[in-house]
């Protein structure tokens, strides 16, 4: 009887979000028709050539030299990463047991998931590129999501910017990327 009752409360529960889900659309398209785009003060070609190269958008070394903001944020996340992997080594690993607890039972799913990469990747020599696959997809992780918090500094221009990804910088993604082709190459070889 039960299951009756929820069966007919299910396409009511669905036509209920449908219609919120289709109030909010309408409301953000009329929100953003009303408020129109702002002035424009340089082109496209110049907004995405400094996303990438930052050569306006510097940012102040601790007042040594200016450098580009994905530099703040890469040693931002580097520090975060290690900060959290001394914790988890310190506080969480001594207390693992047998049968996984949430937090137990996360790390070894994720560990498992990079672990697995390389085992199927690479069946024969597969330690160091678990561990290389692992931290490189950590930090590509991390360093992404650390862009959506957004976090503000001020540029040497005197403007407020938020943090790019770490990788945003295209010299930051052809060093990973050469890495992680010399770290496969030698792992063909060997």
């Not at 990438?52 to 450098?67: D, R, T, Y």
């Not at 996340?77 to 988890?88: G, R, W, Y």
């Not at 997809?137 to 040497?156: D, M």
Request: aromatic share 10%; proline share 4%; hydrophobic share 50%.
């Amino acid at each position: 009887m039960n299951n009756e009752k929820d069966a007919k409360k299910s396409p009511k529960a669905w036509r209920n979000g449908l219609i919120i889900a289709v109030v909010v659309m309408v409301g953000s398209l009329i929100g953003s028709l009303l408020i129109g785009s702002g002035d424009k003060s340089e082109t496209v070609k110049e907004a995405i050539k400094d996303a990438v190269l930052h050569e306006s958008g510097k940012v102040s070394l601790f007042g040594i030299k200016e450098v580009n903001p994905a530099l703040i944020s890469a040693f931002t996340v580097t520090i975060l990463l290690l900060i959290f992997a001394a914790l988890i080594r310190i506080f969480v690993i001594p207390k693992f047991r047998y049968v996984p607890g949430k937090f137990q039972l996360l790390l070894e799913t994720w560990v498992g998931l990079f672990d697995n990469l390389a085992k199927t990747n690479s069946p024969h020599r597969n330690g160091f590129l678990g561990a290389y696959v692992f931290a490189a997809g950590s930090y590509i992780f991390v360093s992404t999501v650390f862009e959506l918090f957004g976090w503000q500094v001020v540029n040497t221009n005197g403007e407020s910017m938020a943090l790019p990804a770490p990788l945003s910088d295209i010299n930051a993604a052809i060093a990973l990327g050469c890495l992680s082709y010399l770290i496969i190459l030698s792992g063909g070889i060997a």
